[in-house]
């Protein structure tokens, strides 16, 4: 029997909880990220490694998210988020920590990688966005992108914090000081306030379980074999590599381009701060409008921010306007991607085929900072860079644009009826 859906009113006094508190979950997966362009310069003063060399720890990243990202899907589907998100934090942030202790060897820094790398997939966004999507369907856009806007609340604090902390600890210091406020703030609030419909139904009292949900939706063969999930895993991959490998180098390449070390801390700040405009704005557009044509919008839009920067490369006010274009694209593409996959894909293996669609966002994340600083070291300019990833933006678009008719909303909670 199908149930209908509660109102957007509903679903939020239901559900706010939960999206504040996997906002700071998804925070913390990224801080690593937003933090490594604050440190590539004293790590480079202290052991004279190459900002390649340097980025290639970002790489054993994204090759243990290819391999086990669907592993963690699978896990998610059958456990439920709650218990994955709250162990994979204690360890994201101790492995964290351990980057103070690296030597003069690069292997040692590349071994903390790993760790980290490995910690890394229980707070991955599939843990979140599982849950964001098991409780919210009306409003499931701007869910969302409120969840998702504590990746620009990492990125807004990170570099700001990191900075203020290898300036008065060194970067030793800091990384203890980064690990450590990270989880003072974000593990209790996951204990509190973290679940999912799949957690409550399994810690629920007995009379409740007549009423547990049964997410619907196409298989993981079924959805792995079909031709809009390879447009959204390929779309996926090309938009996180442009995205986060472009966000990733912003202080180095901003002082590319005529900023100071400080204002290039600031400017990667408003990078964050816009990215959580575009999602929150975004995620309505998403809950409005025909998903795939906001998802190609969205893609497009760093095109004329890259093509300024490569244009005016020295203006401050271009700069920034630059900055604000691609803050907006960054905050956007995640948001389309989780939602395009639930409702093409529906719930029933969500966790599966987001957490695949992740495993190749996470390797193009961690080939993109290696291949951009290659080619800074060879060229001694981002131009390069920038001028490949317009082409590449373009194709996104399209593939996201041709992804076809989606499932009825109605569709992705119906009744169990097992009971």
């Known amino acids: 029997m199908t149930n209908q859906v509660a109102s957007s009113t509903q679903e939020w006094r239901r559900g706010w909880s939960v999206v504040l508190a996997a906002a700071g979950g998804m925070a913390l997966s990224t801080a690593n990220v937003y ?30 998210a290819v ?15 709650r218990r994955i998100g709250i162990a994979g934090a204690i360890a994201f942030c101790a492995a964290w920590a351990l980057f103070s202790t690296v030597q003069s060897s690069i292997w040692t820094w590349w071994a903390v990688s790993g760790l980290l790398a490995i910690a890394s997939l229980g707070v991955g966004p ?4 599982a849950a964001v999507s098991s409780l919210f369907f009306k409003s499931r856009g701007l869910a969302l992108a409120v969840l998702l806007c504590g990746i620009g609340v990492g990125s807004a604090v990170t570099p700001i914090l990191s900075s203020v902390l290898v300036t008065n600890l060194g970067w030793r210091g800091a990384y203890l000081g980064l690990a450590g406020i990270w989880a003072l703030v974000i593990i209790p609030l996951l204990i509190l306030l973290f679940t999912s419909a799949k957690d409550r139904d399994r810690v629920g009292p007995e009379k409740d379980k007549s009423s547990a949900v049964a997410l619907s939706g196409v298989g993981v063969r079924e959805g792995l074999r079909s031709l809009r999930f390879v447009k959204l895993a390929v779309s996926g991959f090309i ?22 070390k400080a204002s290039a801390a600031g400017l990667a700040a408003l990078l964050g701060l816009s990215s959580m405009v575009g999602r929150l704005s975004v995620g309505i557009l998403l809950d409005r409008f025909n998903a795939n044509m906001v998802a190609a919008s969205v893609a497009l839009i760093p095109i004329p921010a890259l093509l ?12 920034i306007v630059a900055i604000l274009a691609l ?3 960054l905050g956007g593409e995640l948001d389309c991607l989780a939602y395009l996959t639930s409702r093409h894909f529906g719930l029933k293996s969500f966790g599966t085929l987001f957490g695949t669609i992740g495993g190749a966002m996470a390797l193009s994340v961690g080939m993109a900072p290696v291949l951009i600083s290659y080619a800074f070291d060879r060229t001694g300019s981002y131009a390069l860079v920038l001028w490949i990833a317009v082409p590449l933006c373009l194709i996104a678009s399209a593939f996201v644009a041709t992804l076809g008719r989606f499932r009825p909303l109605d569709a992705d909670l119906v009744r169990s009826s097992a009971n």
């Open 308 to 319: 300024l920067l490569l244009g005016v490369p020295g203006s401050p006010v271009i700069l």
């Open 35 to 64: 933090s490594t362009g604050v440190f590539m310069g004293p790590l480079q003063e202290t052991f004279g490694w190459s900002r390649t060399e340097i980025s290639a720890g970002l790489s054993i990243g994204s090759l243990a």
């Open 327 to 329: 803050g907006l694209a």
């Open 67 to 81: 391999v086990c990202s669907p592993f963690i899907g699978l896990a998610v589907d059958r456990f439920g988020p």
């Open 126 to 129: 599939t843990i979140w966005t």
């Open 239 to 260: 938009l996180a590599g442009v995205g986060g490998g472009i966000a990733i180098n912003m202080v180095p390449i901003m002082m590319s381009l005529g900023a100071s």
